[in-house]
């Protein structure tokens, strides 16, 4: 086994932290680093990106009547920007220089800043002659799209090229595809047209995506760490949980997801996080191995834990064509599951080795659990404080309520860093020190209670005022960025220190964290660039609905193999791909075939569902192998081989595997038809239970090692309470069908946030009859209204029901419901037993196994011990 430099008893080597930052920097921010003049071009051009960003997220040009821009010109200009600074940022190749920037790559950020902004120089140009492209537009659109190409090599090597090269031979080479995939083939002019000098290419809806929400997000999460709130959550982690049995272990799967909340990369998490809980873990015990895998296996978990979700989450407000609050409802279950089964899976680890918890002080248990009593009472105190307060002064201000917040706001920061500044910052302890004593839990909070705010303003505004990502994203981004500005300079005023230098450290930081939150958008900016060609190609050649026969004759109609095949089709091509890339690509591909092909064998799956399937797939690409780069980066922090680093995380990220498919079949994981409190509380102990057992399951150990015939029951037990009505199925309909004529009064009696489901039959445009089962969104008000929600219009004609016209983008629309169509039957939910048969038999079952393992081990401790 290889000797770690940061094996315990040693420090940290500067060369290991040298390397970790310049692999953090080679993906996230780009490896050159230049001086002098050089590096202030570059710093102003990317504080120049967040400041541009900042005013076009504002209302401020709306107020002020000046510098308003529409989508496809902004989209224009922070392409410009992203390509320029990838040239200025990302060297060619491993053996071009980092300190200093050659003159082909000034020459290239110029020209490749001017085509990619070419819509915002002449958007009224190419307004006035669209579809007619002059030379001009030509040569800027094939220099653009090749430099654009060049940069996303540099910023994401070669992986995300070759998909685009791939589908640009596709555009001009579909005369000489096999049959199942033949198309025409355009033309140059018609091709760069329609990637270039459209909406319906590079700069469609993923650049869009990236222009109004993500790069706030990105610069949000940026300053957060800047301000010191990283290192805050890290500390308050250790508290909460270094006193348990494989406490830095579960350290790093919360404040994986803690980071998760505000960061989109996985290469980042693991580097910020693991640098401190890898060497942590591996003194308590843990290999090098599973210490990396388990902070891999948490860092890629931060991509589905709302509300970011690495940048997906604000994509699928476009594709799936619903609230952005409903999006993080419906993938907030299943990703604070997946963090808690592995929390569970960590624990399984620590027993294995007889792993002993960091030392805490002394103190009794009644002073602990009234600690923890006060603690959990405090903060749901504060939260309502905070809610009736801000209720009172929206009352009480009426039209000047946002004033009065933003006073109110200003007094609480203030309040807040009064109140910090009595003790000292919290410092990074060094985890390979002999002696760790873990801090009291409000001892570390009490030093950063003003963090939480901005984030308190980021889900208010989401949440409950229920704005727009980008205007949600700009007011906690304006918040942190006071925090940031003056946090320090108020410190020393209340510690009686030098307020000039600490107001000059404050602007130095904000000038720094907008520097690096451009940095940081760089390569998601030309990877969402890039991911259009991809978008561009399958509206240009019809490949949607030529993919969905392509996968319906492989897998031959069976919906297993088809998700099976999506899976993997999933995880290819997000291998060395970014995931919000990787969402679009494969959301633009398989979701349509996913909701096609189930719905004509006879399952209607919810398009939420869908996306989020083809999304988690995504996501665990960055842990597979050959090509995990979260696995990778704690590999490099643990000093072990990161292919068996990356195989050790993929086994413990099973559990994250296993739920799409679970709520592609049993929708409710994701709270969609659960009608009442008590139903949605049974349905996630249930889950949560299921997901916990199939953890023990994979594990091998339950309450001791399991024998195999009880893994295997184990797994059973889980299938059957994810999946109750599989087995009341088998005796039992669980529709029954309605005519087509009480279509209207059956839509009409449904409960609101429901879903409707009904079977259509006709043909389809490609001219094949087909019949499948589709569902319809159930909002508020009358059938007529929530015909109309959907995007539907339905024609009666005697005894039959015709589809009218389907608005275009519309739910219905998405579902593959077609003009023409025939509806047949209405399928109603039908009484059947009640899940508690099925549930109640699984866990009588495992209570059965937990003591049957219980009395082996048992047996097993009071066994005399061998001579």
């Known amino acids: 086994m290889k000797t770690s430099p940061t094996s315990p008893g040693h420090a940290p080597s500067d060369a290991t932290q040298a390397e970790l930052d310049q692999l953090v920097a080679d993906i996230d921010t780009g490896g050159r680093s230049p001086a002098g003049l050089t590096a202030r071009v570059l710093t102003v051009t990317a504080v120049c990106w967040s400041l541009f960003q900042l005013w076009y997220?504002?209302?401020?040009?709306?107020?002020?009547?000046?510098?308003?821009?529409?989508?496809?010109?902004?989209?224009?200009?922070?392409?410009?920007f992203a390509i320029f600074l990838a040239y200025l940022a990302y060297p060619a190749l491993k053996s071009s220089p980092r300190n200093r920037i050659p003159p082909q790559d000034w020459?290239?950020?110029?020209?490749?800043?001017?085509?990619?902004?070419?819509?915002?120089?002449?958007?009224?140009?190419l307004a006035q002659r669209p579809g007619q492209p002059t030379t001009?537009?030509?040569?800027?659109?094939?220099?653009?799209?090749?430099?654009?190409?060049?940069?996303?090599?540099?910023?994401?090597?070669?992986?995300?090229?070759?998909?685009?090269?791939?589908?640009?031979g596709y555009s001009f080479g579909g005369q000489y595809m096999p049959e199942a995939i033949m198309h025409r083939g355009a033309s140059l002019a018609k091709f760069v047209n329609h990637q270039w000098l459209t909406t319906e290419g590079v700069f469609g809806i993923a650049l869009g995506v990236s222009t109004s929400f993500v790069f706030l997000f990105v610069l949000f999460g940026t300053l957060l760490e800047k301000a010191g709130a990283g290192n805050w959550m890290m500390n308050i982690s250790i508290a909460l949980l270094g006193h348990l049995r494989g406490g830095p272990a579960k350290v790093a799967v919360v404040s994986s997801a803690l980071n998760g909340v505000v960061s989109g990369s996985s290469v980042s998490n693991v580097v910020s996080g693991g640098i401190f809980t890898i060497p942590l873990m591996k003194r308590t015990g843990l290999s090098g191995v599973k210490a990396g895998a388990i902070e891999a296996s948490a860092s890629i978990n931060g991509q589905?834990?709302?509300?970011?979700m690495g940048a997906a989450a604000f994509l699928m407000v476009e594709y799936v064509g619903i609230p952005y609050s409903q999006i993080i409802r419906h993938a907030a279950l299943p990703a604070i599951f997946s963090y808690l089964s592995l929390l569970y899976i960590v624990h399984l680890e620590a027993i294995k080795i007889g792993a002993r918890p960091i030392p805490s002080a002394p103190m009794p248990a009644r002073h602990r659990l009234l600690r923890f009593g006060l603690g959990i009472s405090g903060f749901i105190a504060v939260l309502c404080l905070l809610s009736w307060g801000i209720g009172l002064i929206q009352t009480l201000a009426g039209p000047g309520a946002g004033w009065g917040l933003a006073l109110a706001g200003g007094a609480l920061y203030i309040a807040a860093v009064a109140f910090s500044a009595q003790y000292e910052d919290l410092s990074v302890d060094d985890p390979n020190a002999p002696i760790l004593q873990l801090p009291l839990a409000w001892e570390v909070t009490r030093t950063g209670l003003d963090f939480l705010i901005p984030i308190v303003v980021l889900l208010w505004c989401l949440m409950v005022e229920m704005m727009s990502p980008g205007l949600s994203a700009f007011w906690a981004t304006l918040t942190i960025i006071v925090i940031v500005a003056t946090r320090k300079a108020l410190l020393a005023v209340f510690r009686k220190q030098d307020v000039g230098a600490g107001l000059r450290s404050g602007l130095i930081d904000l000038w720094d964290g907008l520097a690096l939150g451009a940095r940081n958008m760089i390569g998601i900016a030309v990877a969402t660039a890039t991911a259009g060609i991809v978008v561009g190609t399958v509206t240009l050649t019809g490949l949607g609905l030529m993919m969905t026969e392509f996968v319906e004759f492989i897998s031959g109609g069976n919906v297993i193999i088809m998700l099976l095949m999506v899976a993997v089709i999933s995880l290819i091509l997000g291998m060395g791909i970014p995931t919000t890339a990787n969402y679009i690509l494969v959301s633009s591909l398989m979701a349509p075939v996913v909701v096609?092909?189930?719905?004509?064998?006879?399952?209607?799956?919810?398009?939420?569902?869908?996306?989020?399937?083809?999304?988690y797939f995504g996501?665990?690409?960055?842990?597979?192998?050959?090509?995990?780069?979260?696995?990778?980066?704690?590999?490099?922090?643990?000093?072990?081989?990161?292919?068996?680093?990356?195989?050790?995380?993929?086994?413990?990220?099973?559990?994250?595997?296993?739920?799409?498919?679970?709520f592609i079949f049993n929708p409710a994981m994701l709270l969609l038809d659960v009608h009442s409190w008590p139903e949605t509380l049974w349905l996630c102990a249930m889950s949560l239970a299921a997901i916990l057992l199939f953890a023990a399951a994979t594990m091998n150990w339950f309450v001791t090692k399991s024998r195999l015939w009880e893994s295997a029951v184990l797994l059973l037990i889980c299938f059957t309470l994810f999946r109750p009505d599989w087995w009341l199925n088998r005796v039992s309909s669980p529709y029954e069908q309605r005519p087509a004529a009480e279509f209207m009064q059956l839509l009409d009696a449904?409960?609101?946030?429901?879903?409707?489901?009904?079977?259509?039959?006709?043909?389809?445009?490609?001219?094949?009859?087909?019949?499948?089962?589709?569902?319809?969104?159930?909002?508020?008000?009358?059938a007529a209204e929530r015909l109309?929600?959907?995007?539907?219009?339905?024609?009666?004609?005697?005894?039959?029901?015709?589809?009218?016209?389907?608005?275009?983008?519309s739910y219905a629309a998405r579902m593959g419901i077609e003009p023409g169509f025939e509806v047949t039957v209405v399928l109603q939910r039908a009484d059947q037993p009640s899940h508690l048969w099925p549930t109640g038999l699984a866990l009588l079952a495992t209570a059965g196994i937990a003591a049957l393992q219980w009395r082996r081990r048992e047996r097993e401790r009071e066994a005399p011990l061998p001579a």
């Not at 997220?57 to 410009?80: C, K, Q």
């Not at 001017?114 to 958007?123: D, I, P, Q, R, V």
């Not at 537009?137 to 090269?165: K, Y």
């Open 750 to 782: 449904a409960p609101e946030g429901t879903r409707f489901q009904f079977r259509v039959e006709g043909m389809d445009l490609m001219g094949d009859d087909v019949a499948k089962t589709v569902n319809l969104r159930v909002g508020p008000g009358p």
């Open 107 to 125: 020459l290239f950020a110029l020209i490749g800043a001017f085509c990619a902004s070419y819509l915002f120089w002449f958007y009224g140009a």
């Open 788 to 809: 109309r929600d959907n995007g539907l219009m339905l024609m009666p004609l005697g005894d039959r029901l015709t589809v009218g016209p389907v608005t275009f983008g």
């Open 57 to 80: 997220a504002s209302p401020l040009p709306f107020m002020l009547g000046f510098g308003v821009l529409n989508d496809t010109e902004a989209r224009a200009i922070h392409l410009g």
């Open 619 to 662: 996501i665990m690409a960055d842990i597979t192998p050959p090509v995990g780069l979260a696995g990778f980066a704690a590999a490099a922090i643990s000093r072990e081989d990161p292919i068996k680093t990356s195989f050790q995380g993929a086994l413990y990220s099973l559990r994250t595997a296993i739920l799409p498919f679970v």
């Open 304 to 308: 589905i834990m709302p509300p970011v």
């Open 136 to 168: 001009l537009d030509l040569v800027s659109g094939i220099v653009g799209f090749v430099l654009l190409l060049e940069a996303t090599r540099r910023a994401l090597g070669l992986p995300m090229v070759i998909v685009a090269l791939v589908f640009v």
């Open 596 to 615: 096609s092909l189930a719905s004509q064998a006879g399952l209607s799956i919810p398009l939420i569902a869908v996306h989020l399937f083809v999304f």
